[in-house]
Nanobody, 116 residues
Framework: QVQLVESGGGLVQPGGSLRLSCAAS????????MGWYRQCPGKQRELVGG???????NYGGFVKGRFSISGDNAKNTVYLQMNSLKPEDTAVYYC??????????WGQGTQVTVSS
């Protein structure tokens, strides 16, 4: 059974950076996409961004060049580099991987808090 394990969350000051990682505990034979969602307090879950099998990326409108997603299919791992963090980026961040048949694997979520 495949599980996604996230790491890298925590407390950071405004303007700081964090790098989140998400690795699958088992092998996924084919990966069609990877990425991240987030859920800010009191709000619905929203797309942070994703990367497809061809390496193309897309991001939510709030990112504005501050975040970058990359993936390593061989390691079944997806990364989220976050720079210039703002208090409004405080959220639980969830990774996902799209596998065969469009099945979506989800991480358990990692808390990111941006505060001075």
């Amino acid at each position: 059974q495949v599980q996604l394990v996230e790491s890298g969350g925590g407390l950071v000051q405004p303007g700081g950076s964090l790098r989140l990682s998400c690795a699958a505990s088992g092998r996924i034979s084919s990966i069609y996409g990877m990425g991240w969602y987030r859920q800010c307090p009191g709000k619905q879950r929203e797309l942070v961004g994703g990367i497809n099998s061809g390496g193309s990326t897309n991001y939510g409108g709030f990112v504005k060049g501050r975040f970058s997603i990359s993936g390593d299919n061989a390691k079944n791992t997806v990364y989220l580099q976050m720079n210039s963090l703002k208090p409004e980026d405080t959220a639980v961040y969830y990774c996902y991987i799209v596998g065969p048949g469009g099945y979506v694997y989800w991480g358990q979520g990692t808390q990111v808090t941006v505060s001075s």
